[in-house]
């Protein structure tokens, strides 16, 4: 991977936000969750696919906070048009986990 300035960080918009609402997404071509995550304030509640069907289940994800990329163009995916990027990391085995705040944090608190 090259390096990238400061400002290009800068420019990428990470915030912590709640999943209020979450489905299975059967129409995906890989196994997916459809979220809808809650940023608070001025972002409000945005839509995102995620491929976590390995830990996670979608009444399990209710009330979770988590963190995600919201100033990329939405994506449409399938029938879905996915508003926000939600960030994990591979596992061992390659299944996404969730990268999350340690401690609760309020809604739409931006990364550092």
Do not use: C
Request: aromatic share 8%; hydrophobic share 40%.
């Amino acid at each position: 991977m090259g390096e990238i300035s400061f400002d290009d960080f800068l420019n990428v918009d990470i915030r912590v936000g709640t999943v209020t609402r979450a489905e299975p997404f059967p129409e995906a071509r890989k196994p997916a969750i459809k979220l809808w995550i809650d940023f608070g304030g001025e972002l409000g509640v945005k839509k995102s696919s995620a491929q976590i069907t390995v830990h996670y289940t979608p009444e399990g994800l209710i009330g979770r906070q988590v963190m995600a990329v919201v100033n990329f163009p939405p994506r449409q995916i399938g029938p879905m048009r996915s508003e926000v990027l939600v960030l994990g990391f591979s596992d061992a085995d390659g299944a996404i986990v969730l990268a999350r705040p340690d401690q609760p944090v309020p809604a739409g608190s931006r990364m550092h």
